[in-house]
């Protein structure tokens, strides 16, 4: 460890070196283990500036309906429309998740005082499927602590992003009828598609809030995908993903 900078620049600098290289850390010193959620969110930050990439957008989510709920900035660089196209041999792990993102129609601008869950629910345009491409920069992952998961861009690799549609207020969010399969096999796991959070819209307000919270405005061009529906798959072979959730768009992935 360089010990003329801190511990979050010198783990931001591991992982973007690993994310570039596509080479995983193997040793992550206890030492650069952040210590709280806001230091890896300084992880997160410092990811983006030292790999010179622009936000597209976030992802959050939560395990259970009263976990606690985190979120990861979304290089733009790693957003793409489908039907798209990526080389296996970018990520290290390689995992897919069906999810639902969602568009807003105003800016949320850093103030003082916390938007309200009103606010952030009338500023609500468009939704979009999404799948998003889970993957690490760490080779023991996924047992690695959870907290240097966060500074990770919460496990972030890609995000593949549906046309949108507008947003439907009574939209059934917390069970949708949907499916997703590779290479025409269903790869949802479980019984039914749910998403652990429940209603993927109860975590956007915490979000809006993070992003306040840094100083980052939260704009229309940005893609928020709010949790797995699908649990998440792991191919071991190059093929093609589809996701084909009710009332939206479908969104396609092909891996080489």
């Not at 966060?150 to 890609?158: F, R, T």
Request: glycine share 10%; hydrophobic share 40%; charged share 15%.
């Amino acid at each position: 460890m360089n010990h003329s900078e801190s511990p979050e620049l010198t783990l931001a600098r591991q992982l973007v070196e690993a994310r570039q290289r596509v080479s995983p850390i193997a040793d992550l010193s206890a030492e650069l283990i952040p210590s709280s959620a806001q230091a890896a969110c300084v992880v997160q930050q410092a990811c983006l500036t030292l790999a010179g990439a622009s936000l597209g957008g976030w992802k959050v989510g939560a395990k259970s309906l009263t976990g606690p709920i985190q979120g990861a900035p979304l290089p733009i660089e790693g957003l793409h429309p489908s039907p798209a196209t990526v080389k296996r041999s970018a990520f290290g792990v390689l995992g897919l998740e069906l999810e639902i993102a969602f568009y807003f129609g105003r800016v949320f601008e850093p103030r003082e005082q916390p938007y309200s869950d009103e606010e952030v629910g009338s500023g609500l345009k468009a939704m979009a499927a999404t799948i998003e491409i889970v993957s690490s920069r760490f080779a023991a992952w996924p047992k690695v602590d959870k907290l240097a998961q966060l500074a990770d861009l919460q496990n972030h690799g890609a995000l593949i992003v549906g046309q949108p549609v507008p947003y439907q207020a009574t939209y059934p969010f917390t069970n949708p009828s949907m499916t997703f399969s590779y290479d025409g096999a269903d790869i949802i796991l479980g019984e039914s598609p749910f998403n652990p959070a429940g209603d993927p819209r109860r975590l956007l307000p915490w979000l809006v809030n993070h992003c306040i919270g840094q100083g980052v405005a939260l704009t229309p061009e940005m893609s928020v995908t709010a949790g797995s529906y699908s649990g998440v798959h792991f191919p071991d072979r190059p093929g093609t993903a589809i996701g084909q959730i009710a009332g939206l768009p479908p969104v396609q992935l092909v891996i080489e």
